[in-house]
């Protein structure tokens, strides 16, 4: 059974940063391309960030460019997202996601298979 469990999520003020972690178990987490999406309240659905596999292919939304960064350990069957400079804007719930057969770069949203379930993230101004 694929599972990717999220954590990290929390308040912080404005200015702060935090780091979230993505554990994937049930699967062979070297393969898959990973991603970061968030959410806000009465929003769509945004696609933050994504690393291909080997860590080569690095993608990042306008919004969070230069702020947040990924990475993955594939001996850990993790990925993370640090974020840093946070805003208020940034308040949402954070997914992780995989896609599966990875071979589209960058990946589009429509491409991964398996969420988590969510961590919240609030920053206060």
């Known amino acids: 059974q694929v599972q990717l469990v999220e954590s990290g999520g929390g308040l912080v003020q404005a200015g702060g940063s935090l780091r979230l972690s993505c554990k994937v178990s049930?699967?062979?987490?070297?393969?898959?391309?990973m991603g970061w999406f968030r959410q806000a309240p009465g929003k769509d659905r945004e696609f933050a960030a994504a690393?291909?596999?080997?860590?080569?292919?690095?993608y990042y939304s306008d919004s969070v460019k230069g702020r947040f960064t990924i990475s993955r350990d594939n001996a850990k069957n993790t990925v993370y997202l640090q974020m840093n400079s946070l805003k208020p804007e940034d308040t949402a719930v954070y997914y992780c996601?995989?896609?599966?057969?990875?071979?589209?770069?960058?990946?589009?949203?429509?491409?991964?298979?398996?969420w988590g379930q969510g961590t919240q993230v609030t920053v206060s101004s």
């Open positions: 049930g699967r062979t987490f070297s393969t898959d391309v």
């Open positions: 996601a995989a896609d599966f057969a990875g071979t589209i770069w960058p990946p589009r949203a429509s491409d991964f298979d398996y």
């Open positions: 690393i291909s596999q080997r860590s080569v292919g690095l």
